[in-house]
């Protein structure tokens, strides 16, 4: 499976970004989409994930409400709609493929990386 990124860019704060991931290779129904970000000095943290097959989607706290995970089965794509940016949002955003998981907030358990794009949130 190879994960390709696009669609980050400068946006103010306020507004609003849509990345996409666009997946080549069979996905499973097993599998989990995930999307994570890694701002300079700071770990590398979940944003969100989907699973393939059912379409269940979990948030971190700090993106609940503006942020939202979606999918395109027949495409093979993911996406994410970032609402009300934040300047605190601004990092390199990741996606990435688990070929299954427990506890998907984890970045060791993806299989797959994209390889980023970038988000920067002007004040």
């Known amino acids: 499976v190879q994960l390709q990124a696009s669609g980050g860019g400068l946006v103010q704060a306020g507004g609003s970004l849509n990345v996409s991931c666009a997946a080549s290779g069979r996905l499973f129904s097993t599998y989990v989409m995930g999307w994570f970000r890694q701002a300079p000095g700071k770990e590398r943290e979940l944003v969100g994930f989907?699973?393939?097959?059912?379409?269940?989607?979990i948030y971190a706290d700090s993106v609940k409400g503006r942020f939202t995970v979606s999918k395109d089965n027949a495409k093979n794509m993911v996406y994410l709609q970032m609402n009300s940016l934040k300047p605190e949002d601004t990092a390199v955003y990741y996606c990435a493929a688990s070929r299954g998981c427990s506890y998907c907030a984890y970045p060791g358990v993806y299989n797959y990386w994209g390889q980023g794009t970038q988000v920067t949130v002007s004040s």
């Open positions: 989907i699973s393939w097959g059912g379409g269940r989607t």
